[in-house]
């Protein structure tokens, strides 16, 4: 009975991401958003229509989803791609990073909250969502410079904001030593990237031998879940070490052209799930308990993300109104800034539920309301190269 109730739920989910592909390309808007508002009304926000177990799937099918996705982002910073689009994707991000941290920082204080507690949530306000700027990029089909360029500052941006949010929570919470939120990011990534070299170059070498041609569809499945389910196992960051062998794929790979068309291939119904799912994890009563501080906090993110990529974009050498488009593209934000606040309640449990609930309601808006934005600035970049 359990097995039947298991694949009716699946059989529903993926009508219901059926559906939302549907509904985006009627009212463009992003299937990203689709599918999150659909998981927000059948969630216990909504209708309550999903049973538990299907929430709890949340969990397994994020980490493949998301791995799948450092994959193809690794494969974006090729040394064509970054001798292109080096010099823009480094000023973007570093800018990104540091002045979301700073403007947060600064005008949550100015409001009247702690400046520890306003710190720690400037750095977690670093945080993009690479998996919804990702697919909205393919939902546009548009290759250009803009895209290839926000795809290496998606790559890497969350690289800056983790040390960032480390150095933070270090100095923050000094009284019980700075040296264990730095090792521990250290070895977050440290160890991350190791594991990626140790599965990026064999795959580069083998991946598509076995037959002619491309790599096998069962070579991406397995270097997938190989590189995620080792990255749990050690603890360190899957986004990174999927990250790098993705990148290591693509860069040393040289007896076929494309590394990663198996990966585009079968993603589509981890991504479908897992942003249902997240949208039904999500909780609508975060955005008003904390009131006007949840949406100070909204706010200066959002003029955070405008200002710094603006100065970001004149420091990387970029010209023209695409400039004006990388801070709205860049607005979602989800996973990695809700595993920061985690670990920033654990460490600093006075301050624990109000961070926790700032970072929920700060995923709800800029999950939903983010995608649309990118989408919007994607398509203005095709518009204004044309």
Known sequence: MEQAFVLLTLGV???????????GRITRLPRVTMLLLIGLAVGDAGLGLLPPQAVAWFEPISVVALTMVAFLLGGELTTQNLAKHGRAILALSVCLTVGTTLIVWVGLSLVGLASGMALLLGAIATATDPAAVSDVIRQARVRNGFTETISGVVAIDDVWGILVFSICLAFVGVSDGWAEPLLHAARDLGGAVILGLLIGVPAAVLTGRLTP???????AIGLVCLTAGLALWLDVSYLMAGMTAGALVANLARHHDYAFNEIESIEQPFMLLFFLLAGASLELEAIWTLGWIALAYLALRTVARLISCEAGARLGGLQGPETHLYGPALLPQA?????????????LPQWGDSIMTLAIAATVLFEILGPPLTLLAVRRSESVRN
């Open 13 to 23: 989910l993926f009508l219901f991401g059926l559906a939302a592909d549907k509904l």
């Open 213 to 219: 041609g491309e790599p096998q569809q069962t070579e």
């Open 335 to 347: 996973g990695v800034a809700l595993g920061m606040a985690l670990v920033a309640a654990e460490t």
